[in-house]
């Protein structure tokens, strides 16, 4: 009898840490479901004004500009050595021309004879549409010179006036030892340039702290000189601890209540401190942040700099944000144990950072919103070509389910699965299995019933029962009742209730609109899917609703593997959603 209280008092504080983490309006209320069918992988890129093939790429960003195309920047060697750019005018299915912005060359560094070296390529589009690209360079040898380092690297920038096709003149703005460079433009103008400060060097290794430096004239200068150094830095974020310091790879948004909040990695080359990544806000632009203090005791202090989640260890974060506020962080490393790029989901305070997701393997990447519900993720995956070890870059998009309010009597006619928009970004998504199966979940409701209308996707239509079939499901959380609701290609709908851990089968029938462009069960034809539109009876969802009840969803799908009775059944459900827990998945709101 102990055992089974204790198991109620730990589902019961589930619920209660679950509805802790979100202080987000039920229709602000975000999940990401990536779509596996808009998943590429570049292993190389032609670069025509020299005539060779790039087949090492690494430190990729992929964002979308002004003129409706993405702008992807990367670099050619795990440390360097050549930035490059390309654009795609059709959502990354294929790109252009590949730009070498800037090559490595000779030079003379504190220790002589020495080559110069470019690495961190990012950028950012200012609000006059220019596009802003920064990168570090260093001499190659003179960069481990330490007590000359800060001469032997720095920042350079160049500007493009149309998308990122062609580039003006780089010019250095920083000298000082340093990596990974990356920019925020206020409303004010001002720009901001956040880099790892890692000029201090202890144990015979860099120290490094996130610093900033501030341009008010558009990019021409920086701390109010053309090129500044590392001696006008201001500090901003400093982790400490009775080994080292540590901080960097910081990139930040404003928020909609006028602060910025960054995310930043906390490690070293040789320590790991397992509180990584983090976020660090200001309300104050920066202003007051006291220097000596910084460097002497690390700061700011929680709660302006904490953990993004307890159950992420990562590293090279990103962080980027929705059009509604909310905040996303990206970043490579375990989260609950499992390896992989992970984004995690934030509110409009960028906090309470939870329903991690991970599109793919890899590490050093970017998100960016891209519009009409999506958002593109990209990074960097080593793997092995002929025994060489090289880079390649990963990018995939991802649909955002909102939650929904939802106006009685009001949801649209079924269409057929060939008329539907798949980019309606109003619908519920579920497509990340494999890149042809993909199914989207709009839902209305009257006096009658709930109304769930599907269209599923599938080249293999397959249906013997409805529990042996390609079917849209969808589990219901309403007060303590939880209800599962399947629908097929034959038009049969069943019902279940959930009690002691199994399903019980409550009502079944047919629904009269049903749509379905295919044959089903000749796997010798390519078929499109089905469409169909069911309606529930509240008597069997528990009774009449009120005015303003929220239902919590979590859609589902199963998956014939082939049209044969004993063919495997896959089962597939939102990464980042625990299916045993109502309060953590997306709301629906009666109105």
Same mark, same amino acid.
């Given at each position: 009898?102990?055992?089974?209280?204790?198991?109620?008092?730990?589902?019961?504080?589930?619920?209660?840490?679950?509805?802790?983490?979100?202080?987000?309006?039920?229709?602000?209320?975000?999940?990401?479901?990536?779509?596996?069918?808009?998943?590429?992988?570049?292993?190389?890129?032609?670069?025509?004004?020299?005539?060779?093939?790039?087949?090492?790429?690494?430190?990729?960003?992929?964002?979308?500009?002004?003129?409706?195309?993405?702008?992807?920047?990367?670099?050619?060697?795990?440390?360097?050595?050549?930035?490059?750019?390309?654009?795609?005018?059709?959502?990354?299915?294929?790109?252009?021309?590949?730009?070498?912005?800037?090559?490595?060359?000779?030079?003379?560094?504190?220790?002589?004879?020495?080559?110069?070296?470019?690495?961190?390529?990012?950028?950012?589009?200012?609000?006059?549409?220019?596009?802003?690209?920064?990168?570090?360079?260093?001499?190659?040898?003179?960069?481990?010179?330490?007590?000359?380092?800060?001469?032997?690297?720095?920042?350079?920038?160049?500007?493009?006036?149309?998308?990122?096709?062609?580039?003006?003149?780089?010019?250095?703005?920083?000298?000082?030892?340093?990596?990974?460079?990356?920019?925020?433009?206020?409303?004010?103008?001002?720009?901001?340039?956040?880099?790892?400060?890692?000029?201090?060097?202890?144990?015979?290794?860099?120290?490094?702290?996130?610093?900033?430096?501030?341009?008010?004239?558009?990019?021409?200068?920086?701390?109010?000189?053309?090129?500044?150094?590392?001696?006008?830095?201001?500090?901003?974020?400093?982790?400490?601890?009775?080994?080292?310091?540590?901080?960097?790879?910081?990139?930040?948004?404003?928020?909609?209540?006028?602060?910025?909040?960054?995310?930043?990695?906390?490690?070293?080359?040789?320590?790991?401190?397992?509180?990584?990544?983090?976020?660090?806000?200001?309300?104050?632009?920066?202003?007051?942040?006291?220097?000596?203090?910084?460097?002497?005791?690390?700061?700011?202090?929680?709660?302006?700099?904490?953990?993004?989640?307890?159950?992420?260890? $990562? %590293?090279?974060?990103? !962080?980027?944000?929705?059009?509604? #506020?909310? @905040?996303?962080?990206?970043?490579?490393?375990? /989260? *609950?144990?499992?390896?992989?790029?992970?984004?995690?989901?934030?509110?409009?305070?960028?906090?309470?950072?939870?329903?991690?997701?991970?599109?793919?393997? $890899? %590490?050093?990447?970017? !998100?960016?919103?891209?519009?009409? #519900?999506? @958002?593109?993720?990209?990074?960097?995956?080593? /793997? *092995?070509?002929?025994?060489?070890?090289?880079?390649?870059?990963?990018?995939?998009?991802?649909?955002?389910?909102?939650?929904?309010?939802?106006?009685?009597?009001?949801?649209?006619?079924?269409?057929?699965?060939?008329?539907?928009?798949?980019?309606?970004?109003?619908?519920?998504?579920?497509?990340?299995?494999?890149?042809?199966?993909?199914?989207?979940?709009?839902?209305?409701?009257?006096?009658?019933?709930?109304?769930?209308?599907?269209?599923?996707?599938?080249?293999?239509?397959?249906?013997?029962?409805?529990?042996?079939?390609?079917?849209?499901?969808?589990?219901?959380?309403?007060?303590?009742?939880?209800?599962?609701?399947?629908?097929?290609?034959?038009?049969?709908?069943?019902?279940?209730?959930?009690?002691?851990?199994?399903?019980?089968?409550?009502?079944?029938?047919?629904?009269?609109?049903?749509?379905?462009?295919?044959?089903?069960?000749?796997?010798?034809?390519?078929?499109?899917?089905?469409?169909?539109?069911?309606?529930?009876?509240?008597?069997?969802?528990?009774?009449?609703?009120?005015?303003?009840?929220?239902?919590?969803?979590?859609?589902?799908?199963?998956?014939?593997?082939?049209?044969?009775?004993?063919?495997?059944?896959?089962?597939?459900?939102?990464?980042?959603?625990?299916?045993?827990?109502?309060?953590?998945?997306?709301?629906?709101?009666?109105?």
């Amino acid at each position: 009898m102990g055992k089974r209280i204790l198991e109620i008092a730990m589902v019961g504080a589930a619920a209660i840490i679950a509805a802790a983490c979100c202080s987000m309006q039920p229709e602000q209320e975000y999940r990401i479901s990536w779509d596996r069918s808009s998943f590429n992988c570049l292993t190389e890129m032609p670069i025509p004004a020299e005539g060779y093939i790039e087949r090492n790429l690494y430190y990729p960003r992929i964002k979308r500009v002004a003129d409706g195309g993405l702008l992807l920047s990367f670099m050619d060697d795990h440390y360097g050595w050549n930035v490059f750019t390309c654009r795609s005018e059709d959502d990354g299915r294929t790109w252009g021309p590949v730009t070498k912005v800037r090559a490595c060359h000779p030079g003379v560094s504190t220790l002589g004879e020495d080559e110069v070296v470019y690495v961190n390529p990012d950028f950012l589009q200012l609000r006059d549409g220019r596009i802003m690209l920064a990168w570090q360079w260093r001499y190659r040898k003179g960069y481990g010179d330490l007590p000359n380092t800060n001469m032997n690297c720095g920042i350079e920038i160049a500007f493009s006036n149309d998308g990122g096709r062609t580039w003006g003149e780089p010019r250095e703005v920083y000298r000082g030892r340093c990596w990974e460079p990356a920019m925020l433009e206020l409303p004010s103008g001002e720009i901001h340039m956040y880099l790892t400060d890692s000029q201090k060097i202890e144990q015979n290794m860099s120290c490094p702290k996130t610093s900033l430096i501030r341009s008010f004239d558009g990019g021409e200068t920086w701390q109010g000189k053309p090129c500044c150094t590392w001696e006008d830095v201001e500090g901003i974020s400093y982790t400490r601890d009775s080994r080292f310091g540590y901080d960097g790879m910081a990139t930040a948004v404003l928020l909609d209540d006028g602060s910025i909040a960054m995310s930043i990695e906390v490690w070293s080359g040789k320590y790991v401190v397992d509180q990584t990544p983090v976020v660090v806000k200001t309300p104050s632009n920066w202003h007051d942040v006291d220097q000596e203090t910084l460097l002497k005791d690390g700061g700011p202090a929680y709660p302006l700099k904490k953990q993004v989640n307890k159950d992420m260890v $990562g %590293y090279g974060p990103y !962080i980027g944000r929705l059009p509604g #506020g909310q @905040v996303l962080v990206l970043t490579n490393g375990q /989260y *609950r144990g499992e390896q992989g790029v992970w984004v995690l989901e934030g509110d409009g305070k960028a906090d309470n950072f939870t329903h991690g997701t991970s599109p793919f393997q $890899g %590490y050093w990447g970017s !998100i960016d919103y891209i519009g009409n #519900g999506k @958002v593109i993720a990209t990074g960097t995956e080593r /793997y *092995r070509d002929t025994g060489e070890l090289r880079g390649r870059v990963n990018y995939i998009t991802g649909r955002i389910n909102y939650g929904k309010c939802l106006k009685k009597n009001d949801l649209p006619e079924l269409l057929a699965p060939e008329a539907y928009d798949r980019d309606n970004p109003d619908s519920w998504f579920l497509g990340s299995r494999d890149s042809v199966n993909a199914t989207f979940f709009d839902f209305g409701w009257s006096s009658q019933g709930f109304t769930l209308q599907t269209h599923l996707y599938t080249p293999r239509i397959s249906s013997f029962t409805l529990e042996n079939s390609d079917a849209s499901v969808i589990q219901i959380g309403r007060g303590k009742e939880v209800y599962k609701l399947a629908t097929g290609p034959s038009g049969e709908w069943k019902l279940f209730e959930l009690e002691n851990c199994s399903w019980h089968e409550t009502a079944s029938g047919e629904t009269s609109e049903i749509i379905v462009t295919g044959t089903v069960n000749d796997d010798g034809d390519a078929d499109t899917g089905f469409a169909s539109s069911v309606t529930v009876a509240w008597k069997l969802l528990g009774g009449t609703p009120r005015s303003g009840e929220v239902l919590r969803i979590h859609p589902a799908r199963w998956i014939k593997t082939a049209s044969k009775e004993k063919a495997a059944r896959l089962w597939e459900e939102p990464q980042g959603e625990n299916p045993d827990l109502p309060s953590d998945w997306l709301p629906v709101v009666l109105k």
